[in-house]
């Protein structure tokens, strides 16, 4: 079992800058695909950015160009920096921590922390 604790979330003004951690406890952290999440209220659960153990990165879409997801891989912990914050960010921002075997895959899910985009 992995725990994922989310952090940073918070009120910002359109146009703002803030930045997301989320600290896994798990010896493998390194081994593992990491992911941020999003769900805004009546919407379903979207891919906002990834890193995998070789730190390929992907973006949806609509945050090309504005958020920078990242790892430190020593302090078991994955980043989302987020710039120029628009209305339409606003959202609860979900961890995720994936990793494959031949049997199955293992995925992990932290509580969640809110980013409302608002003047």
């Known amino acids: 079992q992995v725990q994922l604790v989310e952090s940073g979330g918070g009120l910002v003004q359109p146009g703002g800058s803030l930045r997301l951690s989320c600290a896994a406890s798990?010896?493998?952290?390194?081994?593992?695909?990491m992911g941020w999440y999003r769900q805004a209220p009546g919407k379903q659960r979207e891919l906002v950015a990834g890193?995998?153990?070789?730190?390929?990165?992907n973006y949806a879409d609509s945050v090309k160009g504005r958020f920078t997801i990242s790892r430190d891989n020593a302090k078991n912990t994955v980043y989302l920096q987020m710039n120029s914050l628009k209305p339409e960010d606003t959202a609860v921002y979900y961890c995720?921590?994936?990793?494959?075997?031949?049997?199955?895959?293992?995925?992990?899910w932290g509580q969640g922390t809110q980013v409302t985009v608002s003047s």
């Open positions: 798990t010896s493998i952290f390194s081994l593992y695909t």
């Open positions: 995720n921590a994936k990793r494959a075997t031949p049997i199955r895959e293992y995925a992990y």
């Open positions: 890193i995998t153990s070789t730190s390929i990165r």
